[in-house]
Structure formats: structure tokens, C-alpha cells
């Protein structure tokens, strides 16, 4: 026989990835209710950054980018996985953190050091383009 348990939103509150989704969609909740005229944690690009940025997002650095959804794998981890040089994934780690897409986290790595976790600043990327 299984033992029922109740869950409560306070179990969660000291995970940490947890709290800062939170922050950030009350911040837009926020912002859609006083109707401003932009969201917080979005990039908005006149269409001269938006070419710009649009170039500077290869093939390569999307594939960093998607494999860095997990949050949990090192530049070295990256480079080992794409089959990449480390110095060319971290230049285009840094290319990427520099586009506001990711960031690098120092993170304890029992034994080695520090190890630097590439994390996406989103789980998702919407391109919405006016013509007008």
C-alpha cells in the first residue's frame, strides 16, 4: 500500500531554478497588466541589429545553444559532443553570452576545480518580424 503525501508550493521554495522561473514570470505577468511597451527578460531589435544578430547566430553556435539546454554541460563538455576544438567553442560561447542568450556559471566540480556551465538564458526563442 502506498502512503499519500501532500505537496505544497512551499516544498519548492528553496530550489533555486524553480524561484527564478517564478521571479521572471511574474516580472511579465507584471508588465502585460500595466500594458508597458516591452517585456522583461526579452530582446527587441531594430531590423539593422535584428540582421546583425542574425548573422552572428551560425549553425554552430545554434547547435552550443541547443545542446546548453540542459544547463548542466561544461565548454569542455561542449567541444568533446560537437566534436569542436575547446578554444573555438568558447569563442563562441562567448559570442553567444555577448548576443544575451546564455550564461557561463562557475560551478564547483568535486576533485577537478571549477568548471564552466553553459546555461540558455531561455527555453525558447520566438522571432516575431513586422513587415510593416
Do not use: C
Not at 567553442?89 to 548576443?99: E, G, H, W
Amino acid at each position: 500500500m502506498t502512503k499519500k503525501q501532500k505537496i505544497s508550493t512551499t516544498d519548492f521554495k528553496g530550489y533555486q531554478p524553480l524561484v527564478k522561473h517564478v521571479r521572471r514570470g511574474v516580472d511579465v505577468a507584471r508588465a502585460l497588466d500595466e500594458k508597458t511597451d516591452s517585456l522583461p527578460h526579452a530582446l527587441q531589435f531594430t531590423s539593422l541589429e535584428f540582421g546583425n544578430f542574425m548573422s552572428e547566430l551560425t549553425p554552430k553556435r545554434f547547435q552550443i545553444l541547443r545542446l546548453s539546454k540542459g544547463g548542466n554541460r561544461s565548454i569542455a563538455e561542449l567541444a568533446v559532443v560537437t566534436q569542436r576544438d575547446q578554444s573555438a567553442v568558447s569563442k563562441d560561447v562567448s559570442r553567444l553570452k555577448k548576443l544575451g542568450l546564455v550564461t557561463v556559471v562557475d560551478t564547483l566540480n568535486p576533485g577537478h576545480g571549477i568548471k564552466k556551465v553553459v546555461q540558455p538564458i531561455a527555453e525558447n526563442i520566438l522571432i516575431q518580424a513586422s513587415l510593416t
